[in-house]
């Protein structure tokens, strides 16, 4: 923060000596040491376990800081920021300037460290959806992302599957890119559920062995097509991806 949000010039401040530097005739000054450590009772303030309501002070990559008090920001790892959704980045669920609702996780005190989480807040669906979603439920569910090996798709709100390339049920096919399209709806079948891991895998040919005639009109429908710039563009970055890459490691073969 800068030094005009903190004290204004006139004010009388208490403050405590840092260093007494004779040769350059200066004195450095702390104003935070004259104070108590607020880290040293944050844990008898904010127990594991607490809920608290923050502002989102700031995005990173792998999560958002959160003010737990004036000075003091916690972060909510992504990985602690929904149940079902696989998020890429912190904007996908938040963004700066946000009032959330957060739990307390962890607090290190050493390395002056606070773990938050969102998703510690609702109860984990998985359970129910393993009962929704249970081997050999027929359900449609909306492509959002094509990889190479096959298709991520949204099987409700924030609840994504993987249809592995085999599964997809389109003869000779070398990538599932230039078959298919984001935002267009599939009849699947659903072929393994892991609540533990939170995956479901699904499959256009165990559908079609149960309504064989669609099968022609679906085949039809995916003829091999050229794949526009954009579209090679998102290819690329779909195989950096880590967090698809963990779930399309599940085949659905085992």
Do not use: C
């Amino acid at each position: 923060r800068h030094p005009s949000k903190v004290v204004s010039i006139g004010d009388a401040v208490e403050v405590m000596v840092l260093k007494v530097d004779k040769e350059n005739e200066k004195i450095s000054l702390g104003l935070k040491q004259a104070e108590p450590d607020p880290w040293e009772t944050l844990e008898q303030r904010y127990p594991v376990g607490t809920e608290l309501e923050g502002k989102v002070r700031n995005l990173t990559d792998f999560g958002a800081f959160v003010e737990v008090e004036e000075g003091i920001d916690g972060l909510v790892h992504i990985s602690d920021m929904s149940w079902t959704k696989r998020v890429r980045h912190p904007k996908e669920i938040v963004k700066k300037g946000d009032t959330v609702k957060v739990l307390i996780l962890d607090i290190n005190q050493d390395r002056r460290r606070i773990s938050l989480g969102i998703k510690q807040l609702q109860d984990n669906p998985w359970d129910e959806l393993a009962d929704r979603y249970a081997v050999g439920t027929e359900t449609k569910a909306k492509v959002v992302r094509l990889l190479e090996h096959g298709a991520i798709v949204e099987v409700e709100d924030q609840v994504e599957g993987f249809v592995p390339a085999q599964q997809l049920s389109i003869p000779e096919m070398a990538s599932a890119q230039e078959h298919f399209r984001n935002g267009e709806e599939l009849d699947l079948t659903v072929i393994k559920m892991d609540p533990e891991n939170r995956k479901i895998v699904l499959s256009a040919q165990e559908y079609f062995k149960a309504h064989p005639d669609e099968l022609d009109a679906y085949v039809e429908a995916h003829p091999k097509r050229e794949l526009t710039e954009e579209e090679r563009a998102e290819s690329e970055a779909a195989r950096d991806d880590e967090l698809d890459k963990e779930l399309a490691a599940e085949d659905g073969n085992d």
